[in-house]
């Protein structure tokens, strides 16, 4: 049987699927403009900007559920885990939006070493890759498909470290390359780190209860 908070639980869920398919696209357009060297940065902004807004739509709504219907345990852990995927959606926009600045202030890959594009351009295929699983295990609410995000972070951080370590045995001592592709690889490794952060958030929401559909039947 249906309870009240059942519907506003939908329609908070709705703003955070809809988070989800912002974030992935403002992340995708930024990897693929720092990658191939074009400045997408006022897009970006743009996007970014609106996930900022439709996270505090998330968490108005959020706040305005526990104040009308003062949610018991179990539905106050899954207002917790949406708000903490929308901090972590929020989170993505904001990397992006400094892969964005980087790539309008250095001009992208165009000018690396082709090892350092290489090893760009595939951290960002894994990281990008992660933003798509965080956001689909959301969907399909698919613990499993969760449960990957932490042992795809780890791969992620190795290819961090051995990127840096790399970068100190061979690349010059100072260029506009080397400094972009540093801050790039770190921000890609956050963003990694917050797409493990919706993994756990969902696993922690599907554990603790049914889906708003599940409650319909």
Known sequence: MSRLIDTGLEQLASVVFRMGEMAYKTVSLSLDSYIEGTNALPQIQEMSETLIVMADEAEDKAFELIARFQPVASDLRI?????????????????AFDVSQVQRASGGLEQCESWINESIREMSEKVLSMVHTSIASLKSHDVELA?????????????YFRY????VEKAPATNKCTISSVLVARYLERIADHATYVGESIICLLYTSPSPRDRQK
């Open 164 to 167: 840096l370590d790399r970068l």
């Open 79 to 95: 207002l917790k885990s949406y708000m903490k995927i929308t901090y972590d959606f929020e989170r993505y926009g904001r990397y």
């Open 147 to 159: 449960k990957t995000l932490s042992e795809t972070e780890n791969q992620v951080d190795g290819m």
